[in-house]
T-cell receptor, first 114, second 114 residues
């Protein structure tokens, strides 16, 4: 059974600081997703990571994937208040027909304070 | 382009009743996945449909069922509702569900069972 563990679960940051959210998963996968969820809202897709060493960046967020270590990181650079949200990583089992069957981590609730 | 549309947005049902939720994917998307989100269990995969066939199934009882129509619209049905079925139900669509394609989530249907 695929298990996904995120840490930390809660993160309070000062504006302008950097931090990293970690996502570990238990079995082989070739597809990892990062999503953002604002309170009371749905999930917004941030990144899709498909191969070992993949790195993607959008604004102040950068995600990377190490399939050998079964680890993905979401790095936040110079945090701003607008980044306050819950961030989820999700992992799909290997194989093209399994992409729609994601296992989600518990989410990291990020609060950025002035 | 139009996003993923879920209807209704809110539902209140009584224990023992049944409910049907609808999801219209982005035009051209053929893969539709359903998830249940609760504060206690987080985001859990229900099932995925691709080209009118259930391609993947999560660990939910048989009271939870779904289907997909030829236009890729999907419905999920929950029979004999229990209090624990109260949750946010999210559907997500993707072009094929294969490698490289991310998933776009709808706004969700919030089901309350009383």
């Amino acid at each position: 059974e695929l298990k996904v563990e995120q840490n930390p679960l809660f993160l309070s940051m000062q504006e302008g600081k950097n931090y990293t959210i970690y996502c570990n998963y238990s079995t082989t996968s070739d597809r990892l997703y990062w999503y953002r969820q604002d309170p009371g809202k749905s999930l917004e897709s941030l990144f899709v990571l498909l191969s070992n060493g993949a790195v993607k960046q959008e604004g102040r967020l950068m995600a990377s994937l190490d399939t050998k270590a079964r680890l993905s990181t979401l790095h936040i650079t110079a945090a701003v208040h607008d980044l306050s949200a819950t961030y989820f990583c999700a992992v799909a089992p290997g194989g093209n027909t399994n992409a729609g069957k994601s296992t989600f981590g518990d989410g990291t609730t990020l609060t950025v304070k002035p | 382009k139009a996003g993923v549309t879920q209807t209704p947005r809110y539902l209140i049902k009584t224990r023992g009743q049944q409910v049907t939720l609808s999801c219209s994917p982005i035009s051209g998307h053929r893969s539709v996945s359903w998830y249940q989100q609760t504060p206690g269990q987080g985001l859990q995969f229900l099932f995925e449909y691709f080209s009118e066939t259930q391609r993947n199934k999560g660990n939910f009882p048989g009271r939870f069922s779904g289907r997909q129509f030829s236009n890729s619209r999907s419905e999920m049905n929950v029979s004999t509702l229990e209090l624990g079925d109260s949750a946010l139900y999210l559907c997500a669509s993707s072009l094929t569900g294969g490698s490289g394609y991310g998933y776009t989530f709808g706004s969700g249907t919030r089901l309350t069972v009383v």
